[in-house]
């Protein structure tokens, strides 16, 4: 049998791709392990330096697998939960590649992933309320990720809206032609590399934190984290990089 997830590296970029269109990527227990050993797998390899997350078919994700016996896993079953707490505290930057629709926790992970790019041709929804399930899961996780009225219109009406909707509602960054999407990805993940691998990891947890700190309490953190900020090696680097005018030694090739 397929495995429900692909995973490949190249370039610096890892692409983990939900690979089960024939059950529209819905996060089965044997998908969202895959999906997990990925990010891992990312994670840990010094070679990657940002993960895309997509998928083959016309569906992002159909969110959970309500054909699944949830009372049958284990208790080391990996939840959607999990899947979120391993992009926000991953270091590198995740991009979401959205190349079909995406649906309840599917639209979710989109809204998590630090970027997305989705094609004008997949349509986006939190549609729990629909079949009579308050998505309270994913309410918690993107309770502060989006605006009250943009939830209210997300998760209320429950709609599959189109992806230029979801862009309004700050579900997506952009929204492009079906046939830019790749082109727009790698234009995004192109900015990325350029970064500093250790000023990305940075930057990343410094704006998760700052959402829930008052400015005096960021300005603090600011201070903090900015102390030899200028002395790493990194930064020395990067420095002369600019003045040379050469691509910075962490940039792959």
């Not at 998928?55 to 959607?80: C, H, V």
């Not at 995004?188 to 410094?206: A, C, D, F, Q, W």
Request: with cysteine; net charge negative.
């Amino acid at each position: 049998m397929d495995e429900p997830v692909d995973y490949a590296v190249a370039a610096g970029v890892a692409t983990v791709t939900l690979n089960a269109p024939g059950k529209r990527n819905a996060f089965s227990q044997n998908l969202v392990q895959g999906l997990m050993a990925g990010i891992r797998s990312a994670q840990a390899d010094d070679g990657v330096r940002v993960i895309v997350i997509t998928n083959t078919g016309t569906t992002f994700s159909a969110g959970a697998d309500l054909k699944e016996d949830r009372a049958s896993l284990g208790p080391d079953a990996i939840t959607f939960v999990d899947i979120v707490k391993a992009i926000d505290s991953c270091p590198k930057p995740v991009v979401a590649r959205v190349a079909g629709h995406a649906a309840g926790g599917g639209a979710a992970l989109v809204v998590c992933c630090d970027l997305a790019i989705a094609a004008d041709t997949a349509r986006i929804g939190i549609t729990e309320v629909r079949i009579g399930i308050p998505p309270a899961g994913v309410a918690a996780l993107l309770a502060h990720r989006m605006g009250r009225r943009e939830l209210v219109e997300a998760f209320l009406v429950g709609d599959m809206m189109p992806a230029a909707r979801a862009a309004e509602l700050g579900m997506v960054n952009l929204v492009v032609p079906e046939a830019e999407l790749d082109a727009t990805v790698a234009r995004y993940v192109e900015g990325l590399v350029r970064g500093g691998p250790r000023s990305l990891g940075i930057t990343k947890h410094l704006l998760q934190a700052m959402a829930h700190l008052t400015p005096e309490q960021a300005e603090t953190l600011a201070d903090a984290s900015a102390r030899g900020a200028f002395e790493s090696s990194e930064a020395r680097e990067g420095v002369s990089s600019f003045l040379e005018k050469r691509p910075a030694t962490w940039i792959p090739s």
